[in-house]
């Protein structure tokens, strides 16, 4: 049997990888110049943090999640998310005592056992950014403009930014209750899973993709129109504070999120171009989270991008890194030259390539098209006789004569 990658679990091959590493490194840009510092938490954890944390009836924690046993018969959990590793490490590490305001970004791999397509992937990738000691709504406009900010600098224009209120463990009881009156006598257009979650997790049916519950759910009293007077007043302040900015966003009342840790402002960045995969970033506030997990009572607010997804979105290969320079080689002889002057060219920070193989001329030069490299030098007899050789800029054509020596060829390149 051959063997293969495990089905969901995917290369990243040269070609695709500068566009990672362009995201990457827009990200930890981005974050930095917003005050963030990188956290590095360990892919897995103990399956009672998940299920702590995310909550025993979501997707997740009842079905998604690469939960085992190990030799020492601990239970443990390949991550399927950032914030909880991430507030558990805040917590026992007591980051909060150094700083009241703790502001953290991560990116890596998380695992989910969900059905592999199109954007959707069982390792999969995120970036995400965390701000715990603050319940102002200014910390939530503040990270809703960073991650704008973020797309902008990615060159990514199209997604939309959609926000909602979840509410409060004050408010959000009494508006589950008044949705349970509304979907009782329309229990039976709801998709199986929608009904079992009926007494559980009745939000879920508002965001459900089966065609029964977006009829069933459609006219449903809205968490907006119920919100306690201080979840109100947060979310009118939020609302301003973006406005202020000139931050763009999309009230959407329907957005749920799948993780239960969510209070007050919620919000997704969605595309049109990922069919039902519209997400590329989502997040929210949890104020309760840090307490639940034994923690101090601090409130908190965050959110991952899918790298994979980002990916999608970003066109081309113009992220490809290209060598300045390809050295052709006309005898065994310039063939030497050619290798000291690469190896001189490289300690200067000029990227070259040559042939190791002896192959001719013409093969050479195609060679450096494929690659394409902004320049050729090419050495030959009379070359290495004179000291000189021909530097050609690809592009233009444009050719000029340079002495074999690292300085002046680089100084010829323009670097
Ligand atoms: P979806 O509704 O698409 O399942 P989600 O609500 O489960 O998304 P989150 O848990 O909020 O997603 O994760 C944040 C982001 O991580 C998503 O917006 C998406 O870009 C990405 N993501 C989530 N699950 C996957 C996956 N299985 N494969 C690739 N990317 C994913
Ligand atoms: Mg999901």
New binding site residues.
């Given amino acids: 049997m051959a063997l293969t990658a495990i089905k969901g679990f995917n290369d990243i091959l040269p070609g695709e990888v500068e566009k990672w590493q362009h995201i990457e490194m827009t990200a930890r840009r981005v974050f930095s110049l917003y005050g963030f510092d990188e956290i590095r938490v360990p892919i897995m954890e103990k399956t009672e943090l998940f299920a702590r944390s995310i909550g025993d009836v979501t997707?997740?924690v009842e079905k998604e999640m690469y939960s085992f046993t190990d030799k020492g018969d601990n239970r443990v959990t390949l991550r399927?998310?950032g914030t909880a590793g991430v507030m558990r490490s805040l917590i026992e590490n007591k980051l909060y005592a150094a700083d009241s305001v703790n502001k953290l970004y991560y990116m890596g791999p998380?695992f989910?056992y969900?059905r592999p397509q199109k954007?959707?992937?069982?390792q999969?990738?995120?970036i995400g950014a965390e701000i715990t000691g603050v319940a102002d709504p200014k910390v939530d406009a503040q990270v809703l403009t960073m991650l704008r900010h973020l797309f902008a600098e990615l060159g990514i224009h199209e997604p939309t930014l959609e926000i909602n209120s979840l509410g409060c463990p004050d408010c959000r009881p009494a508006y589950r209750e008044l949705l349970k009156d509304f979907l009782r006598g329309k229990l039976s257009d709801l998709c199986d899973d929608c009904r079992r979650r009926f007494d559980t997790n009745p939000l879920r049916a508002l965001d459900c993709k089966a065609a029964g519950c977006k009829e069933a759910t459609a006219g449903a009293p809205a968490m907006l129109d119920h919100l306690c007077t201080p979840c109100d007043e947060h979310f009118a302040a939020v609302k301003r504070f973006l406005e202020s900015v000139g931050t763009e966003y999309r009230l959407n009342s329907r957005m749920v999120?799948?993780?239960d840790y969510y209070t007050r402002t919620t919000f997704?960045?969605v595309t049109g171009l990922l069919g039902?995969?519209?997400?590329?970033?989502?997040?929210g506030r949890y104020d309760g989270l840090i307490a639940d997990l034994g923690g101090p009572s601090l409130p908190g607010i965050g959110?991952?991008?899918?790298v994979?997804?980002?990916a999608l979105l970003l066109e081309g290969d113009k992220f490809r890194v290209t060598p300045d320079l390809f050295i052709v080689a006309l005898d065994e002889e310039s063939q030497g030259v050619a290798f000291k002057v690469m190896c001189d060219l490289q300690r200067h920070g000029v990227s070259v390539e040559i042939d190791y193989e002896g192959k001719s001329m013409k093969s050479q030069m195609r060679r450096a098209d494929k690659l394409s490299c902004r320049f050729t030098l090419i050495i030959g007899e009379t070359e290495r006789a004179a000291g000189t050789a021909p530097l050609k800029e690809m592009a233009t054509g444009r050719q000029v004569d340079v002495a074999l020596d690292a300085v002046p060829i680089k100084e010829a390149l323009g670097i």
């Fill in positions: 997707d997740i399927p998310e998380m989910r969900e954007g959707r992937y069982r999969f990738h995120q999120r799948g993780l997704e960045l039902s995969q519209s997400a590329v970033a989502a997040g959110f991952a991008m899918g994979e997804r980002l």
